[in-house]
């Protein structure tokens, strides 16, 4: 039996009450085994966290990493299918190298946990999954698959098939593909629960978990294509999050209503014409005031995976506190992803993801992670 007892170091453990004290956490077989203050276990081996912020790892809620490959002459895309609008069997497990390099500069920056998604090429983009950033097996890494249907509306994918001169070239088209898709997935759904047997569909097979509410639609959208998605959300019924979400500012009450959570970011892109050009970092505290779930994200590799420190630092100059910063990274993308009993907390039964900080990442700008612990197991130190 593997048991490591972390000392002395400031806990922010992500619970419902205090969750930052000075503490100890004992930690065996991979597993947190215990959180409190002056806990005895002599046959661990003792961690000194003294000084040190002691955190969940953190977790970056939508990443494309290893589906992209920017490391070449030639960059790889093996994040888009973009042979049809409809695409949402395409599994993302398929298309990550889990040897790619910017895993590595996650976990030494103390993200743990990741959801690699599709990229938004299609209307229907495929099957996100959720996995540890550190393995050589991406199957072994994996934690939850299917975490979620990724869905894109806007200029991406009406660029993909405009491209093409076929539908969807455009927001019209891209509203109708939505539409039609979910009407067709729920009739086959309805029909499968009737005992009937539909001829079989990949793609239909794939949306069925997101209408029964198993697992939720992540939406790239920004600006007022929100509106299209939290129509069309709101019509099946379906858990989702609006993805990106620049100029939600904008529409706050429409937001708040739906009960959609939020992953915004990334932060550090440049304002441009277009999807782009609204991006209201402000929309973070507004919605977070609101009881909205917001998570922050870095698009990795588009952005650098440290980025979300600068994220957490945008966050923080708009007004948010400390504290529901750090929850932005850690607990808040844990419930959205359903996973909140394994990791985005420092507690009893959740998976042993733990950083030690030097300093508080988002706050302070020389904050450093200087050891990262995956599953019990030390996978980096400063």
């Known amino acids: 039996m593997s048991r490591k007892l972390i000392t002395g170091g400031t806990l922010y453990t992500m619970a419902d009450g205090d969750d930052i004290f000075e503490g100890d956490i004992l930690v065996e077989d991979g597993k947190i085994k215990e959180v409190g203050e002056h806990i005895r276990a002599e046959d ?15 977790i970056d809620a939508h990443s494309h990493i290893g589906l992209f490959d920017f490391n070449h002459d030639k960059a790889v895309d093996d994040a888009n299918e973009m042979t049809d609008p409809v695409s949402a069997a395409m599994d993302a497990r398929y298309s990550v190298n889990p040897k ?21 090429g299609d209307v229907f983009c495929g099957q996100a ?16 698959a299917p975490a979620a249907v990724k869905i894109a509306l806007g200029g991406n994918p009406k660029n993909t098939f405009g491209d093409q001169k076929r539908l969807p070239m455009t927001r019209m088209g891209v509203a109708h593909v939505l539409w039609d898709t979910f009407r067709k997935a729920k009739d086959y759904l309805d029909k499968k629960e009737r005992g009937e047997e539909p001829e079989y569909d990949a793609n239909m097979e794939a949306v ?13 959208c920004t600006q ?12 099946y019924n379906v858990r989702f999050s609006l993805e990106h979400a620049w100029g939600a500012a ?23 014409p277009g999807e782009r050009r609204k991006v209201d970092v402000e929309a973070v505290k507004l919605l977070d005031d609101r009881g909205v779930n917001v998570a922050l994200i870095t698009d990795s ?32 993308p844990a ?48």
């Open 250 to 272: 904008d529409y706050l009450e429409e937001i708040i209503e739906s009960g959609c959570d939020i992953c915004y970011g990334p932060i550090a892109t440049y304002r441009a």
């Open 100 to 120: 790619a390099r910017e895993l590595k500069a996650a976990y030494e920056h103390g993200i743990t946990s990741m959801l690699f998604t599709p990229g938004s």
């Open 129 to 144: 999954f959720v996995a540890k950033t550190y393995g050589d097996n991406i199957f072994d890494m994996t934690i939850k």
């Open 224 to 235: 007022y294509d929100m509106l299209t998605a939290i129509e069309v959300a709101k019509a």
């Open 44 to 58: 661990a081996e003792v961690i000194d966290a003294s000084g040190f912020c002691v955190m969940p790892g953190l």
């Open 301 to 332: 590799p588009i952005l650098s995976e440290e980025s979300l420190y600068h994220h957490m630092g945008e966050a923080v100059r708009e007004g948010v506190s400390h504290e529901r910063v750090v929850r932005m990274v850690t607990v808040n």
């Open 335 to 382: 419930l959205q992803l359903g996973l909140d009993g394994r990791i985005g907390r420092l507690a009893p039964g959740g998976d042993a993801d733990i950083i030690l900080v030097k300093g508080k990442l988002g706050l302070d700008t020389d904050a450093r992670v200087i050891q990262t612990m995956i599953d019990g197991n030390v996978v980096y130190k400063a």
């Open 208 to 220: 069925i978990p997101a209408l029964k509410r198993e697992i939720p639609c992540k939406i790239h």
